[in-house]
């Protein structure tokens, strides 16, 4: 089991988001980590895939734009 997959199955508990979620929750995360900044052109390029730049950025869009945190579970995890 690597970081990834820890982190994912330690949120899985919390947020209850499925796992494609969870999987872009998860690789942003991770991007952050390296790019230390949150800026969503540069976590694109600090995205472990095989997809093109442009699609992890629009998959970012995407995530932010559909996804509804609720910070109940938030501080739950906290």
């Known amino acids: ?3 990834s997959d820890g982190l994912r199955d330690s949120l899985k508990a919390y947020l209850g988001w499925g796992k ?3 999987d872009c929750f998860v690789s942003m995360l991770l991007a952050l980590l390296n790019a230390r900044q949150m800026n969503l052109s ?3 390029v600090h995205i472990d895939s ?3 730049i442009a699609s ?3 998959r970012m869009q995407r995530f932010f734009s559909q996804v509804f945190f ?3 579970d938030i501080a739950h995890l906290i």
């Open 42 to 44: 540069l976590l694109a």
């Open 20 to 22: 494609p979620r969870l």
């Open 70 to 72: 609720d910070y109940n």
């Open 56 to 58: 992890r950025y629009r």
């Open 1 to 3: 089991m690597d970081l």
């Open 50 to 52: 095989d997809t093109e």
